[in-house]
DNA sequence: ATGGCTTAACAATTAAGA
């Protein structure tokens, strides 16, 4: 089973890119956020000729998420229950057995606006439902775009992002809150490249100069993370035409059983952070790549 | 000097993202 996310940052201008991608890949489940479209306007017909059914949550202009699948899902969700907010940044569906939640988690904009603090209570909203979803249900992923990038080493520049908003403690803190609910971050289950993130801002080159974080996530409960056998993000797609800031993400669950063995590239015992990683890279800082992506400036 | 782009709304600017 392939359980995918993605920031499309607009289904409207990205959907050739989504179904592309859909053809290219495979998954069994694409979560879509900032889909930006009132539900009446969801291009269900594309999807469905591309094999994929729909599920979506939207609103006019900001937010909305959506699930693309090959089944159907069950159980719908569409918000935290308890949670006071007409934003839509949450859907949940279950498909075979798995619980599958997609989630936008807000922005924040900066540490000292409201918009943080009602990124914090979201955040502390989440954590109380996901730890009653994961009394529910043994297979459950949570995945989408958390805006926090968890470790310094998911962060392009830690010193330059220090205490600001997608890398602040209290957002990290919280996001750790949720993986001590008995989650595991699966990107952190393999070895992966260095410097690996999921969106780069549009400006600045950041993409060119991999300026970029690791903000988008997927979160898997015990017995899944038992399954899985592969974390990927595909860069690909930030270098198409009118790309979408983020890039996807994507799991690989075994079909079946939580007695398959770990696969050899895994590290049964690493805790959800990269200190493995930052170990590797630490003799690396200030290298000549990237020093030679100080040289952007216009001039003047 | 701390921006630079992209999107949606709406019709020249504003809000928002991250």
């Given at each position: 089973m392939?359980?995918?996310?993605w920031?499309v940052?607009?289904?409207?201008?990205?959907?050739?890119?989504?179904?592309?991608?859909?053809?290219?890949?495979?998954?069994?489940?694409?979560?879509?956020?900032?889909?930006?479209?009132?539900?009446?306007?969801?291009?269900?017909?594309?999807?469905?000729?591309?094999?994929?059914?729909?599920?979506y949550?939207?609103?006019?202009?900001?937010?909305?998420?959506?699930?693309?699948?090959?089944?159907?899902?069950?159980?719908?969700?569409?918000?935290?229950p308890?949670?006071?907010?007409?934003?839509?940044?949450?859907l949940?569906?279950?498909?075979?057995?798995?619980?599958?939640?997609c989630?936008?988690?807000?922005?924040?904009?900066h540490?000292?606006s409201?918009?943080?603090?009602?990124?914090?209570?979201?955040?502390?909203?989440?954590?109380?439902?996901?730890?009653d979803?994961?009394?529910?249900?043994?297979?459950l992923v949570?995945?989408?775009?958390?805006?926090?990038?968890?470790?310094e080493?998911?962060?392009?520049?830690?010193?330059?992002?220090?205490?600001?908003?997608?890398?602040?403690?209290?957002?990290?803190?919280?996001?750790?809150?949720?993986?001590?609910?008995?989650?595991?971050?699966?990107?952190?289950?393999?070895?992966?490249?260095?410097?690996?993130?999921?969106?780069?801002?549009?400006?600045?080159?950041?993409?060119?100069?991999?300026?970029?974080?690791?903000?988008?996530?997927?979160?898997?409960?015990?017995?899944?993370?038992?399954?899985?056998?592969?974390?990927?993000?595909?860069?690909?797609?930030?270098?198409?035409?009118?790309?979408?800031?983020?890039?996807?993400?994507?799991?690989?669950?075994?079909a079946?059983?939580?007695?398959?063995?770990?696969?050899?590239?895994?590290?049964?015992?690493?805790?959800?952070?990269?200190?493995?990683?930052?170990e590797?890279?630490?003799?690396?800082?200030?290298?000549?790549?990237?020093?030679?992506?100080?040289?952007?400036?216009?001039?003047?």
């Open positions: 392939k359980i995918a996310t920031n940052n607009s289904l409207k201008v990205r959907l050739p890119h989504v179904l592309d991608w859909l053809a290219l890949n495979q998954p069994d489940v694409l979560c879509l956020q900032e889909t930006k479209l009132q539900d009446e306007n969801f291009p269900i017909a594309e999807i469905a000729e591309a094999g994929y059914q729909t599920l949550s939207g609103q006019k202009t900001y937010n909305g998420v959506a699930l693309l699948s090959r089944q159907s899902g069950n159980e719908l969700i569409t918000a935290i308890g949670l006071e907010d007409p934003q839509k940044r949450v949940g569906a279950i498909y075979n057995d798995v619980r599958v939640i989630i936008y988690v807000p922005n924040g904009e540490v000292t409201e918009k943080y603090q009602y990124k914090l209570k979201w955040l502390a909203a989440l954590k109380d439902w996901v730890r979803m994961l009394s529910e249900h043994r297979k949570l995945l989408g775009d958390f805006n926090i990038a968890p470790e080493c998911d962060v392009h520049d830690a010193k330059l992002w220090e205490g600001q908003v997608l890398f602040s403690l209290p957002e990290r803190e919280a996001f750790r809150d949720v993986l001590n609910l008995g989650l595991t971050d699966s990107f952190r289950l393999f070895e992966q490249p260095e410097k690996s993130y999921t969106w780069w801002d549009y400006r600045m080159m950041a993409f060119r100069r991999n300026m970029g974080l690791r903000i988008d996530h997927i979160l898997l409960s015990n017995d899944l993370a038992k399954t899985c056998t592969a974390c990927v993000i595909d860069k690909g797609t930030r270098r198409l035409e009118r790309p979408s800031d983020h890039a996807p993400v994507m799991v690989e669950l075994a079946c059983g939580l007695e398959e063995p770990y696969p050899e590239n895994r590290f049964p015992s690493s805790p959800a952070n990269c200190q493995v990683t930052s590797q890279v630490s003799g690396f800082a200030g290298n000549a790549e990237s020093a030679s992506t100080e040289n952007y400036s216009e001039g003047s």
